[in-house]
Nanobody
Framework: QVQLVEGGGGLVQAGGSLRLSCAASRHTINVYIMAWLRQAPGKEREIVAAISWNGRRTFYADSVKGRFTISRDNAKNSVNLQMNSLEPEDTAVYYC?????????????????????WGQGTQVTVSS
């Protein structure tokens, strides 16, 4: 089973940017749908962005559209999340997650429960 390790979190002022990275090991990610999810204190875990196995299709939560960009490099077995124009409401633990294997179409899952493999998370704090 694929193992995921996130990096790139930290403290940033509102309006700033961060780039999260997710490195996969033990298995190639090129047959997995990949996603970034987040969980803020006292809130349920929510999906932020997802990308199909071939990178041709993406999904973004309404709250991050136009600010966040998900990308993947199957050759490097990695997934990234570029976060711009950060807001205090973006403060959360961010998780990289995988669903699959999926070997057909440009499938994306929008439900957090579809993702069965998770990283340990990385904290993102946005100060006002």
């Amino acid at each position: 089973q694929v193992q995921l390790v996130e990096g790139g979190g930290g403290l940033v002022q509102a309006g700033g940017s961060l780039r999260l990275s997710c490195a996969a090991s033990r298995h190639t990610i090129n047959v997995y749908i990949m996603a970034w999810l987040r969980q803020a204190p006292g809130k349920e875990r929510e999906i932020v962005a997802a990308i199909s196995w071939n990178g041709r299709r993406t999904f973004y939560a309404d709250s991050v559209k136009g600010r966040f960009t998900i990308s993947r490099d199957n050759a490097k077995n990695s997934v990234n999340l570029q976060m711009n124009s950060l807001e205090p409401e973006d403060t959360a633990v961010y998780y990289c997650a995988a669903a699959g294997p999926v070997l057909y179409g440009d499938v994306i899952y929008q439900s957090p429960t579809a993702y069965t493999t998770w990283g340990q998370g990385t904290q993102v704090t946005v100060s006002s």
